[in-house]
């Protein structure tokens, strides 16, 4: 039986003063679970089976069952039901909020996190099972256990027309199905086996396209070094990029934090032009991937082949040019005397960096990505070193097990941003008295997962942002700050200062929040937004060399309305406690930020969410910094938009219900059949509560707030719905906790702020 293990080291020579602080992983105990525990995890995975083209997403009913011994005291609060006629009364929103967090409670780690899903991308597994195969330690770091759970994982997510997507709401994509295939392949799959000839089906879609030769640029490159693509096929990614002037704009180290991380160590396997070494499996794979013989294909032609399902992004004619001079005149130059002594200091310069990255984010890396990308330089640099051997070590640490088997986490977790918002919203209930030792916990939490000292070494050179005092998005041990990670631990830290320490522990120490504000003030633009992990430090422009196909707004750290938003209201908060400190740059902050929010709104009131689904979410914070910055409906033309657009996206239910199309294809769309969605629903409300909707007309949250009530499970938990993260326009990620916590967040504003006008903040 698998097991959840939280907050445990086994890595004797990885270690950090933040002792493994909201680590999670699991691991397979062989001996343990009892005779009904087996049988009912069965149930659940052959129900998910069963009926996965229909339900996408995974319930982390394994997690659940785990947590379940801990009994939830929710069944002893009769649950609320509410009729469709029938007026909302105190007693059962009190009811479905003390349900609600009595369960939430019980899935709380010691060390005070929420362990959840994080997964959805389908790209990321592939990346590891190929990774693992190069090296040679596929079989010796996954057993046979965890290789039938991703099994399981990628025939559940494997879509009726039998390929994959990019993620597991997607559409079937090349990217998706290429990798899948290769991987199910790797993973001991026959090229003919699967249930319903699902192995036959998958190649049926990619030969029916005409083979892998139109896979995104990502997969030529895990194809390539797997020796299943050409190098030739693929467009240069020269490292003697890295070599150039910083105040060049297109310096790498002037780009997005994830894309330099990304195309680091993909410019040293490609400046290597490595490939493992060819195996009978390799070979038969060269065979089932292609419509023509593999010696055959003229590789040349396929650098800017990109299949019509993938195209998400396509390359602009000088981008096209661009590669297209680097492959025909640069690559041969630097071949040759003298220049080819530039390669090998430019790689020399890659590997410097892949290893401070290493060493700084304790082998865990800023994703998942480059962390298996890392791993294997670090293996063609010195398969005996002790660089790739603490690599493996960290594998686990992105793995997630559920009902729909194992994947790939899109993070190692979303520990710190899911306890902040955790603490916000059981806060926002008043119910203090149900949740102290919860909120006890979740306090330490993010004492504890601040970071405390900057990266080591020149940060100048390392091209990195100051870090001390910042919050990271999963654990300290992470170690990569964020600008809304920041905001939302600081003002949960500031609420919970104001608290008695009896009920929830020592106040966090007020040099630590001073150090919070500094870093947050450092990372704002001249334009007054906020971007992500550092200021924005190049042009929009740049993003014509984008050459993922797959990815939108992915080479520069772009200022967005949520970081923008959250700035403001930590900041704003932080100075009702500290009026002294920093109060005119604060100030002065806040005002520009105001600004570019108000500047970024679109025409019809909405803001849109680069993070969440989509321009619900983004609503939301708009609204709530704009509100936290001193606006008001009555004086703002921009909130009074924005309302009016919330308000005309409710649905006849009460909800609203946004799908991940609107993120992909940048235009408000319901979700199929005009479904609600709790977390959406409970971003509206939040937003309208917030700019006064109870005073105007308190009927569309009493609507809203009936949909969230009678979607209470009988244990007090909510239901698992569609997918409601996204990155980088075209890619959608689970949040497992935020049917819990946004439910309970609105929920308990709507109860103080709507159904008792006495406590009214307005």
């Known amino acids: ?125 592939p990346g590891l099972v190929i990774g693992l195969y190069v090296t040679g330690d596929l079989h010796s770091v996954l057993s046979s256990e965890h290789r039938k759970e991703m099994t399981r994982y990628l025939y559940n997510h ?140 003229y590789w040349d032609n396929t650098r800017n082949l990109c299949a019509k399902e993938d195209l998400y992004y396509p390359h602009p004619w000088i981008q096209d040019m661009f590669w297209s001079c680097l492959n025909k005149a640069g690559e041969p130059l630097l071949a040759r005397w003298p220049f080819y002594k530039l390669r090998q200091i430019a790689l020399s310069t890659v590997m410097e960096h892949i290893h401070y990255e290493d060493e700084t984010s304790h082998y865990i890396c800023i994703g998942p990505v480059n962390k298996v990308l890392n791993m294997v330089c670090c293996y063609i640099e010195n398969p005996n070193s002790k660089a790739y051997k603490q690599h493996l070590s960290k594998i686990k640490d992105y793995l997630w097990l559920a009902e729909d088997g194992m994947k790939m986490q899109g993070y190692n977790g979303s520990q710190l941003w899911d306890v902040a918002f955790s603490t916000q919203a059981l806060l926002a209930t008043n119910l203090v008295d149900e949740c102290g030792f919860t909120l006890k916990k979740a306090h330490e939490f993010i004492k504890n997962s601040q970071i405390r000292a900057d990266s080591c070494g020149d940060l100048a050179y390392w091209y990195r942002h100051i870090g001390k005092g910042g919050w990271p998005f999963s654990t300290p041990e992470h170690g990569w700050i964020i600008s809304d990670c920041t905001a939302e631990a600081l003002k949960a830290a500031l609420l919970l200062s104001e608290m008695q320490p009896s009920i929830v522990g020592n106040a966090i120490a007020v040099d630590k929040l001073y150090d919070a504000v500094n870093v947050l003030l450092s990372l704002q633009n001249q334009n007054g937004g906020f971007a992500t992990y550092e200021q924005t430090r190049s042009y929009p422009w740049l993003e014509t060399i984008n050459p993922s196909e797959t990815f939108g707004d992915i080479v520069i750290d772009y200022p967005y309305v949520e970081c923008t938003s959250a700035a403001i209201q930590s900041l704003k908060a932080f100075i009702k406690l500290y009026p002294h400190h920093r109060m005119r740059e604060i100030e002065a902050c806040v005002l520009k930020a105001i600004a570019y929010i108000e500047s970024i709104q679109l025409a019809d009131g909405s803001w849109n969410g680069s993070w969440g689904v989509c321009y619900t979410y983004g609503t939301w914070f708009g609204i709530n910094g704009l509100v936290a910055g001193g606006r008001a409906y009555q004086s703002s033309e921009s909130i009074r938009r924005a309302c009016d657009f919330l308000l005309s996206k409710q649905l006849d239910s009460g909800g609203w219900g946004e799908s991940y199309l609107s993120s992909q294809d940048k235009r408000y769309t319901n979700l199929e059949g005009n479904r609600m969605h709790l977390v959406n629903t409970s971003w509206a409300m939040l937003a309208l509560i917030e700019c006064g909707q109870d005073v105007r007309d308190p009927t569309p949250l009493h609507r809203a707030a009936k949909v969230l009530i009678n979607s209470q499970m009988g244990n007090g938990d909510f239901p698992q719905q569609e997918i409601i993260g996204v990155f980088n326009r075209n890619c959608m990620i689970t949040y497992a906790a935020y049917r819990n916590i946004f439910p309970i967040w609105a929920l308990g504003r709507y109860y103080n702020c709507v159904l008792r006008p006495s406590k009214n903040v307005h």
Not at 226 to 243: A, H, K, Q, S, T
Not at 250 to 270: A, D, K, N, T
């Open 158 to 297: 494997q879509n009726e027309d039998g390929g994959w997507g990019i993620h597991i709401e997607g559409q079937s994509t090349m990217f998706g199905t290429g990798l899948s295939y290769v991987t199910l392949r790797l993973l001991g799959e026959d090229a003919n086996g699967g249930d319903g000839a699902a192995m036959g089906r998958a190649r049926a879609w990619i030969l029916d396209r005409g083979g892998v030769t139109s896979i995104p640029s990502w997969g030529k490159l895990w194809l390539s070094v797997l020796g299943v693509y050409d190098w030739r096929g693929n467009n240069p990614l020269p490292p003697e990029i890295w070599l150039l002037p910083y105040v060049l704009p297109i310096h790498p180290g002037r780009m997005w934090c994830h894309c330099r991380m990304v195309y680091l160590p993909m410019s040293y396997l490609y400046g290597k032009r490595f490939v493992a070494p060819l195996s009978p499996l390799v070979l038969s794979l060269r065979k089932e991937l292609y419509v023509q013989p593999y010696d055959q294909i």
């Open 1 to 125: 039986m698998w097991k959840l293990k939280l907050s445990k080291g086994d890595d004797l020579e990885v270690r950090s003063m933040y002792d493994n602080l909201g680590r999670q992983y699991w691991e397979y105990e062989s001996n343990s679970g009892t005779p009904d525990e087996l049988a009912m995890i069965e149930r659940m995975r052959r129900a998910f089976t069963q009926n996965r083209h229909y339900v996408k997403q995974s319930s982390d009913l394994l997690m659940r069952l785990q947590f379940a011994k801990e009994k939830s005291r929710a069944k002893e609060i009769e649950k609320a039901k509410v009729d469709e006629e029938e007026d909302i009364s105190e007693k059962a929103v009190v009811n479905t909020l003390k349900r609600a967090i009595r369960f939430y409670s019980t899935l709380q780690a010691e060390d005070g996190h929420w362990p959840g899903d994080y997964g959805g991308p389908l790209f990321l597994l």
